[in-house]
């Protein structure tokens, strides 16, 4: 296989960055981080999850950030709906495009979503009929590909059942989540591999943290074989409330300072990028983990 000539960032800081946040984090930044986003050139960004403000109490502004976007017309702007309940809402406030989640692992779909992997996926059929038709397109997500802070190492040929279960359904998209960034390049490649056998790699997306230190070194592994979507978070926002330790998704900046690097078109600013990640970790109190965002922060 040969490095894609360009590749699509998916921005999940605003959801999957700020949900485990300890300190309430109000709209307008929120906001404010979507359209700095959309101006540093992020053309797909997550902007809410639809899940109960039980259990995510970060998210339950979700009907005010969705109807109160700056909306580029450049720009996707998708939400989280693990349920028919949040898809009408997400619905409501005129979603573009919506994302369902599942998981490799019994134990963690257990902790995550209290079902197992089958009720999960059956939780989705009438989630995928409802988005079909209301004409939004549904991705995927697999978490636990690389191993679970349960059940530990998880074989490449569940990952691929339950990602061509989600594809089969009607999800245009899968998104492979190391979700507890233990993976290793050659681990990444395989469980791709087994992937692919049944879902085209256009149709495939990479979603790694960092945990480990590992994230870039296993995306440039998947890219090798082809991937040309990469979910990341600007400044290494993220974690996992049910991965005790697991630290945020790969840094934006750093993504986009390697492909630059490659040759790899991104359509992206950096400084812009970087600075955006600089502001964020300021305004909420947090460290900023993009390596290249400390560097050009220090020029």
């Given at each position: 296989m040969a490095f894609p000539t360009t590749v699509r960032l998916v921005e999940v800081g605003p959801r999957d960055g700020l949900q485990n946040e300890p300190n309430p984090i109000d709209t307008a930044t929120k906001l404010e981080l979507i359209d700095r986003l959309g101006a540093a050139g992020i053309r797909y960004i997550e902007a809410a999850s639809f899940v109960s403000p039980k259990w995510v109490p970060q998210m339950a502004d979700h009907r005010e950030v969705m109807t109160c976007l700056k909306r580029r017309d450049s720009v996707t702007y998708a939400a989280l709906t693990p349920n028919l309940k949040g898809l009408e809402a997400a619905l409501e406030c005129g979603v573009e495009e919506v994302a369902v989640f599942g998981a490799a692992s019994e134990a963690f779909s257990q902790k995550n979503i209290n079902c197992s992997v089958s009720e999960s996926l059956e939780r989705f059929a009438p989630v995928l009929e409802r988005a079909k038709e209301a004409n939004v397109r549904v991705r995927g997500y697999v978490s636990c590909v690389l191993g679970c802070p349960y059940e530990g190492e998880i074989a490449p040929a569940k990952v691929a059942e339950v990602s061509k279960a989600l594809y089969e359904m009607g999800c245009y998209e899968v998104s492979l989540g190391d979700t507890i960034g233990t993976g290793t390049p050659l681990k990444a490649k395989r469980m791709v591999e087994a992937v692919n056998r049944d879902i085209p790699m256009t149709q495939l997306a990479a979603h790694f943290h960092d945990t480990y230190g590992q994230a870039l070194a296993n995306l440039y592994a998947v890219l090798e074989e082809g991937i040309a979507v990469v979910d990341s978070s600007v400044a290494g926002l993220g974690g996992c409330p049910y991965a005790k330790g697991a630290s945020g998704n790969v840094a934006s900046e750093d993504v986009?300072?390697?492909?630059?690097?490659?040759?790899?078109?991104?359509?992206?600013?950096?400084?812009?990028?970087?600075?955006?990640?600089?502001?964020?970790?300021?305004?909420?109190?947090?460290?900023?983990?993009?390596?290249?965002?400390v560097a050009l922060a220090a020029k």
């Open positions: 986009v300072y390697l492909l630059d690097g490659l040759g790899i078109e991104t359509g992206i600013d950096l400084n812009a990028l970087a600075a955006t990640g600089t502001w964020i970790t300021q305004t909420i109190g947090r460290p900023n983990r993009s390596k290249v965002g």
